[in-house]
């Protein structure tokens, strides 16, 4: 008679193999939830940089009327306040006769290639990558808007300093599906003086 030895066979349990699928599956959601937060940043990063942009241009566009003496000191204020800046918060609209942005005087834009009339637009290379050609895509940024609102400074024993102001523009904007205003503000204060 022979005698068969019979040996142990190694390998995984069907428990092994099930923590090794639960593990894995917890790493790919991560990853993917990661992914996930990355494309929404980089969406958001676009409109972040043109409310950026579009708050800067703004106070330049102050500052240089008023060193050019285009607009005296006093014009710089809030309608409420005798001044030429409407107060609330108004679409992204091209300079009327004044030259600034958020006056009375403000007009849609023109249409011009892609881009219909009304509020700002950017024209943007389309799939090509192109700008300039036939498939350019428009950026309405009719979802944006601006407020300047310009306030007086008071001196440390409480008046009213009358050779400084500060001014705040604010541009908000909705993203996607978003109904949370996202916004982007700068503060600087302005003299008589230039």
Do not use: W
Not at 61 to 87: E, K, L, M, V
Not at 103 to 116: H, I, K, S, Y
Not at 152 to 160: E, Q
Request: charged fraction near 10%; hydrophobic fraction near 40%; proline fraction near 4%.
């Amino acid at each position: 008679m022979t005698q068969r030895k019979v040996q142990a066979q190694s390998g995984f349990t069907i428990i092994e193999t099930m923590i090794a699928i639960t593990i894995m599956s917890i790493g790919i959601m991560t990853l993917i939830a990661a992914f996930a937060t990355a494309v929404t940043a980089t969406n958001n990063a676009q409109e972040n940089l043109i409310a950026r942009q579009k708050t800067l241009e703004t106070m330049e566009s102050i500052y240089t009327a008023r060193n050019a003496q285009q607009i005296t000191f006093g014009q710089i204020a809030n309608t409420a306040s005798g001044g030429i800046f409407t107060g609330g918060a108004t679409q992204l609209l091209a300079a009327g006769p004044d030259g600034l942005v958020n006056t009375a005087d403000d007009v849609n834009f023109p249409a011009a290639g892609v881009c219909p009339a009304g509020p700002e637009c950017i024209t943007l290379p389309g799939p090509d990558g192109i700008l300039g050609n036939g498939d350019d895509k428009a950026l309405s940024l009719a979802n944006f808007t601006r407020q300047i609102q310009i306030n007086n400074v008071l001196n440390p024993d409480g008046t009213t300093n009358s050779t400084l102001k500060q001014i705040t523009v604010t541009v908000s904007y909705t993203t996607g599906g978003s109904t949370t205003p996202r916004s982007y503000s700068v503060n600087a204060l302005i003299s008589s003086f230039h």
